[in-house]
């Protein structure tokens, strides 16, 4: 019952894994994320009919991980890379005064820029959407995408805005106390989602 | 880190690392063509300057206005200090209409940190006196880091007016911090008096001898002769001063190939610094200056995003 009580915007994934570890509960496995990861980049060239005009942008940090996966799928599938950068949103956040100060992370935007690109945006967990919607302020001080999507690996519910993920890994029905963590090879080592809190 | 920015001594290694790591990211806000982020919406800063500033008040302005802050300039000449109003009645009365925070430039060494006792709002010095002038220290010890990489280890002269020059010791504590050799050179009658403890108990060296330092420098921070704070004769003639320890064309050729020159400014071109050294390819004068922007964003943001202070 952390911070996650407060609905931080940032990650659903709580990234403090100290107390009941033992009581996580694993739903996603190493297979599990990566054939995800895999239908995802295959969703997102379905509906942009190809990989023209996509640029894909991280959020730090996991979803800038997750972003550099789904470009490697989608280079695999239609043999051209996409452009992928990440796009920290920490001074567009809404809550700046409620929390001890973050230390800001980079944000890169590839070559081509985001002028009438077609943006998919990436995190790891979709909460309480505040992130997104941060995340927005600061794609509209770049330039202006033809459209922006957004593509989560784990939506669990619980939206404090009206903002809805375009491309979903999995739906992950939690209690609002739960904690959602998401481990990465590029992070922590190894793939895993948990989930653990609540029900005390 | 601490509430306010008074000296460098507020800030410790991890502080001072962090202020550089964010404003390398302030600093490619710097170069979007949108360079305006929301993050200090609704704060009020009043920059006091009751001495005269180019490049430090302009900058402040500048890093507050694209973190969305109301920025409000204040000078003494124009304000009711000139009609004798005290600086204690000054601030407090500015502060009264509801500001948050204080960028203070004074006459008077430890101005910044006597307001700060007077008033709630958050105070950052932006040089008082012949004290301390921190944020010029940490866009100095930026740029530096910049072209030069980790400065650990690193050799540094600061040369020049020691005396008289609040960028000497904000640096000389910022560059201990960071674990960098410093040299600084003068001639006798610009050494602080009782330099030699004040040297051996920061672990600085001092030199007399300009010629002995430059070869084995990586870095030469030249510093302004003030002579507006100069009632004495400190040597009896420019050119004197320029022979002995001005950055001059020949002295320029001892140089390592990857030393960088530094200087706060303003220059006294010919005097310290010859024009050859000032706009040479070492010359990173101008960078000090765009990294001053970056620098004082991170520093404002730091000091006025968060409630309280950083975690």
């Given at each position: 019952?952390?911070?996650?009580?407060?609905?931080?915007?940032?990650?659903?994934?709580?990234?403090?894994?100290?107390?009941?570890?033992?009581?996580?509960?694993?739903?996603?496995?190493?297979?599990?994320?990566?054939?995800?990861l895999r239908r995802?980049?295959?969703?997102?060239?379905?509906?942009?009919?190809?990989?023209?005009?996509?640029?894909?942008?991280?959020?730090?940090?996991?979803?800038?991980?997750?972003?550099?996966?789904?470009?490697?799928?989608?280079?695999?599938?239609?043999?051209?890379?996409?452009?992928?950068?990440?796009?920290?949103?920490?001074?567009?956040?809404?809550?700046?005064?409620?929390?001890?100060?973050?230390?800001?992370?980079?944000?890169?935007?590839?070559?081509?820029?985001?002028?009438?690109?077609?943006?998919?945006?990436?995190?790891?967990?979709?909460?309480?959407?505040?992130?997104?919607?941060?995340?927005?302020?600061?794609?509209?001080?770049?330039?202006?995408?033809?459209?922006?999507?957004?593509?989560?690996?784990?939506?669990?519910?619980?939206?404090?805005?009206?903002?809805?993920?375009?491309?979903?890994?999995?739906?992950?029905?939690?209690?609002?106390?739960?904690?959602?963590?998401?481990?990465?090879?590029?992070?922590?080592?190894?793939?895993?989602?948990?989930?653990?809190?609540?029900?005390? | 880190?601490?509430?306010?920015?008074?000296?460098?001594?507020d800030l410790d290694?991890?502080?001072?690392?962090?202020?550089?790591?964010?404003?390398?990211?302030?600093?490619?806000?710097?170069?979007?063509?949108?360079?305006?982020?929301?993050?200090?919406?609704?704060?009020?800063?009043?920059?006091?300057?009751?001495?005269?500033?180019?490049?430090?008040?302009?900058?402040?302005?500048?890093?507050?206005?694209?973190?969305?802050?109301?920025?409000?300039?204040?000078?003494?000449?124009?304000?009711?200090?000139?009609?004798?109003?005290?600086?204690?009645?000054?601030?407090r009365t500015v502060?009264?209409?509801?500001?948050?925070?204080?960028?203070?430039?004074?006459?008077?060494?430890?101005?910044?940190?006597?307001?700060?006792?007077?008033?709630?709002?958050?105070?950052?010095?932006?040089?008082?006196?012949?004290?301390?002038?921190?944020?010029?220290?940490?866009?100095?010890?930026?740029?530096?880091?910049?072209?030069?990489?980790?400065?650990?280890?690193?050799?540094?002269?600061?040369?020049?007016?020691?005396?008289?020059?609040?960028?000497?010791?904000?640096?000389?504590?910022?560059?201990?911090?960071?674990?960098?050799?410093?040299?600084?050179?003068?001639?006798?009658?610009?050494?602080?008096?009782?330099?030699?403890?004040?040297?051996?108990?920061?672990?600085?060296?001092?030199?007399?001898?300009?010629?002995?330092?430059?070869?084995?420098?990586?870095?030469?921070?030249?510093?302004?002769?003030?002579?507006?704070?100069?009632?004495?004769?400190?040597?009896?003639?420019?050119?004197?001063?320029?022979?002995?320890?001005?950055?001059?064309?020949?002295?320029?050729?001892?140089?390592?190939?990857?030393?960088?020159?530094?200087?706060?400014?303003?220059?006294?071109?010919?005097?310290?610094?010859?024009?050859?050294?000032?706009?040479?390819?070492?010359?990173?004068?101008?960078?000090?200056?765009?990294?001053?922007?970056?620098?004082?964003?991170?520093?404002?943001?730091?000091?006025?995003?968060?409630?309280?202070?950083?975690?």
């Amino acid at each position: 019952m952390t911070r996650q009580d407060s609905a931080p915007p940032s990650d659903g994934s709580s990234r403090d894994n100290t107390e009941d570890d033992q009581f996580a509960r694993v739903v996603m496995s190493c297979g599990d994320v990566s054939r995800v990861l895999r239908r995802v980049a295959h969703e997102i060239l379905e509906r942009n009919k190809g990989s023209q005009d996509l640029v894909v942008l991280g959020i730090p940090t996991r979803g800038v991980a997750l972003a550099r996966r789904l470009v490697h799928v989608m280079a695999e599938v239609e043999g051209l890379e996409v452009p992928c950068g990440a796009l920290d949103i920490t001074m567009h956040r809404d809550d700046l005064r409620r929390n001890p100060i973050r230390a800001i992370e980079h944000t890169y935007i590839p070559a081509p820029g985001i002028d009438d690109k077609t943006v998919v945006l990436v995190d790891d967990v979709l909460f309480s959407g505040r992130t997104v919607r941060a995340a927005m302020d600061a794609l509209s001080d770049l330039g202006r995408p033809r459209a922006v999507r957004l593509a989560v690996l784990i939506d669990r519910g619980h939206r404090d805005l009206p903002i809805r993920a375009d491309y979903v890994g999995k739906n992950l029905p939690t209690a609002s106390s739960e904690r959602v963590q998401v481990c990465l090879a590029e992070h922590d080592g190894f793939d895993e989602v948990r989930i653990s809190g609540g029900h005390r | 880190m601490k509430r306010h920015l008074l000296s460098m001594n507020d800030l410790d290694r991890h502080d001072i690392l962090t202020i550089l790591d964010t404003a390398e990211s302030m600093h490619d806000v710097q170069r979007r063509e949108v360079k305006k982020l929301p993050t200090l919406r609704g704060r009020t800063v009043v920059n006091m300057f009751f001495e005269d500033s180019t490049r430090t008040r302009s900058s402040f302005e500048i890093a507050g206005k694209w973190l969305s802050a109301d920025m409000i300039n204040i000078s003494a000449k124009g304000s009711s200090t000139s009609k004798g109003e005290s600086l204690r009645d000054t601030v407090r009365t500015v502060a009264a209409m509801g500001v948050d925070g204080f960028v203070i430039r004074h006459s008077a060494s430890g101005a910044a940190q006597q307001v700060s006792q007077w008033v709630d709002a958050v105070v950052v010095n932006a040089g008082d006196g012949m004290h301390e002038h921190p944020t010029q220290a940490l866009l100095d010890v930026y740029t530096m880091r910049q072209r030069l990489g980790d400065l650990e280890g690193l050799h540094v002269a600061i040369v020049g007016d020691l005396t008289h020059s609040r960028v000497l010791r904000s640096n000389l504590i910022c560059l201990k911090t960071l674990g960098t050799r410093v040299t600084v050179v003068a001639p006798p009658t610009l050494m602080p008096s009782g330099i030699e403890t004040w040297a051996s108990s920061e672990g600085f060296d001092t030199s007399y001898d300009l010629d002995a330092v430059l070869p084995t420098a990586d870095a030469v921070m030249m510093l302004r002769v003030q002579r507006e704070r100069m009632s004495g004769g400190f040597f009896p003639t420019a050119r004197e001063y320029t022979v002995g320890y001005g950055l001059t064309r020949e002295r320029l050729g001892t140089l390592q190939k990857h030393a960088v020159i530094c200087h706060p400014g303003p220059m006294n071109r010919g005097l310290e610094i010859a024009s050859d050294a000032a706009d040479a390819a070492q010359s990173l004068v101008l960078d000090q200056v765009s990294a001053g922007v970056a620098v004082r964003m991170s520093v404002l943001y730091h000091l006025f995003a968060g409630e309280g202070s950083l975690s």
